[in-house]
């Protein structure tokens, strides 16, 4: 099972704001860490799973030659639309992390954000899969997963997390609201969309699926 969030789709264009953007200190500290194992520029950075395509975009900055893969038609558009084409940028394709198979192998493999998405043992399976192969040998893999007791702990004092923020379109307000499944050790619920000027999605966090709710 893999999550199908209305950020990777109806939402797309509210992404950047809900998903934390590649801060010039974490691209710094995931540059240094390339470095420091001998990942250096112009080296070949598979970005597995780029949504809009933050990170990619920044450590082409850096000077490497990356390459972007999502399977969100919405988010890869909004990656595209943002690369400045006078500059070396990041090559964009859509593709599945279960069944992706790159023509060329990578230096380095930076998986961030994306396992949480990845509910399923055999989609897990399969992701792992996909980036052991995309790696060269001695290749660098760098990913994250969320912690099951720290998440549960910060969680538990604070169940739901509202923002309001104001964007071009309107006034945008996320609620999430979380739901511990201890046994499972899994979260259910999550950022929820509502904008003023178009129809908002409210989750089912019992059934831990969304539904359309119309104009809020
Ligand atoms: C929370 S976002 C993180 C995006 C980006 N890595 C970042 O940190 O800004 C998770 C991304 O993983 C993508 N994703 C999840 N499962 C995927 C899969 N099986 N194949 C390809 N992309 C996937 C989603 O479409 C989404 O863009």
């Known amino acids: 099972m893999?999550?199908?969030r209305p950020l990777y789709h109806r939402?797309?264009?509210?992404?950047d704001f809900v998903v934390p953007d590649a801060s010039a200190g974490r691209v710094r500290r995931l540059a240094s860490l390339l470095r420091s194992h001998g990942v250096r520029p112009p080296a070949r950075?598979?970005?597995a799973g780029c949504g809009t395509g933050n990170y990619a975009r920044s450590l082409a900055r850096h000077?490497?030659?990356?390459?972007?893969?999502?399977?969100?038609?919405?988010?890869?558009?909004?990656?595209r639309a943002r690369h400045a084409?006078?500059?070396?940028?990041?090559?964009?394709?859509?593709?599945?992390?279960?069944?992706?198979r790159p023509t060329a192998p990578f230096a380095a493999v930076l998986c961030r954000g994306v396992l949480n998405d990845v509910l399923g043992g055999r989609e897990r399976d399969a992701v792992c899969v996909?980036?052991?192969?995309?790696?060269?040998?001695?290749?660098i893999l760098l990913l994250d997963v969320r912690?099951?007791?720290?998440?549960?702990?910060?969680?538990?004092?604070?169940?739901?997390?509202?923002?309001?923020?104001?964007?071009?379109?309107?006034?945008?307000?996320?609620?999430?609201?979380?739901r511990l499944d201890p046994t499972r050790r899994r979260r259910r619920g999550g950022a929820v969309p509502r904008e003023?000027?178009?129809?908002?999605?409210?989750?089912?966090p019992a059934r831990n699926r969304c539904t359309t709710t119309g104009a809020t």
């Open 147 to 178: 912690d099951w007791k720290r998440t549960a702990a910060r969680k538990r004092a604070e169940p739901a997390t509202e923002r309001t923020t104001h964007t071009a379109r309107g006034r945008l307000a996320f609620r999430s609201d979380t």
């Open 11 to 15: 939402f797309a264009w509210a992404f």
């Open 196 to 204: 003023t000027r178009v129809s908002g999605i409210a989750s089912d």
């Open 85 to 100: 084409p006078a500059t070396a940028g990041p090559t964009f394709r859509r593709a599945d992390l279960t069944t992706y």
């Open 45 to 47: 950075v598979l970005d």
């Open 130 to 139: 996909t980036l052991a192969r995309a790696l060269a040998p001695g290749g």
């Open 63 to 79: 000077g490497y030659r990356v390459v972007g893969v999502d399977r969100s038609a919405p988010l890869l558009a909004a990656a």
């Open 2 to 4: 893999t999550t199908q």
